[in-house]
């Protein structure tokens, strides 16, 4: 047998059965993230991203700006930021939100924050009773496009009425910083579907 045999058998019945899948999962993160739900929340959500001392990372402002227009334009009442903090000395994502925001126009009290997340999935189950604590029932996720697919998945998954609002405007710009970002959304859109199914239940139910 040569060696060639064993690698056509692994390609043809072992990576391209694999790679088919996956392929189909990143087109379906691709096309969500291009969507925008023509909704009216009670809430923006905004995932938290790095903070640079006591700055929001360009990320990270693409998300707080989208959110400020959603609640400039009615379509969002209240705003909700969410994530802890990376480092000792910085101040934590949901602080670094708030505080954006408020200099830019949004009043204190139409601001809510959850900073003890690490995760998009942390995001959401924090949220989830901040938004019930205030009778926010609909609301609307803001993030990356690339994100949107899982992170609304997730929302959903804690029991929140979730919507996708991506950032018009977005910090990952061209092919090879695209195609990075819906890699790993891809990677990791799978393993939390390939996580609930291992648990035979939804995360909300744990």
């Known amino acids: 047998m040569s060696l060639r045999t064993p690698v056509v058998f ?27 739900a023509d909704e009216t929340g009670d809430a923006a959500i905004v995932l938290g991203a790095a903070v640079w001392g006591n700055e929001v990372s360009p990320v990270f402002r693409e998300r707080i ?14 705003i909700i930021f969410t994530g802890g903090r990376t480092y000792r000395r910085d101040l934590t994502e949901a602080a670094a939100g708030r505080a954006y925001a408020i200099k830019n126009g949004v009043p204190e009290g139409d601001i809510l924050i959850e900073d003890r997340s690490h995760t998009t999935y942390q995001n959401m189950l924090n949220a989830k009773p901040l938004a019930d604590a205030n009778g926010l029932k609909k609301v609307l996720i803001v993030s990356d496009p690339m994100h949107m697919k899982r992170a609304v998945a997730m929302a959903e998954d804690v029991g929140l009425e979730a919507y996708s609002s991506p950032t018009p405007t977005t910090m990952y710009q ?3 910083s695209q195609i990075g970002s819906l890699a790993f959304e891809t990677v990791c859109y799978m393993g939390y579907w390939a996580w609930k199914v291992l648990n035979y239940e939804s995360p909300v139910n744990k």
Do not use: M
């Open 10 to 36: 692994i390609a043809k019945f072992i990576i391209v059965p694999a790679l088919l899948p996956a392929g189909l999962v990143a087109a379906r993160i691709y096309t969500y993230g291009t969507n925008v």
């Open 65 to 78: 700006n989208h959110a400020i227009e959603l609640y400039r334009n009615g379509k969002a009442r209240k």
């Open 174 to 176: 061209g092919w090879r």
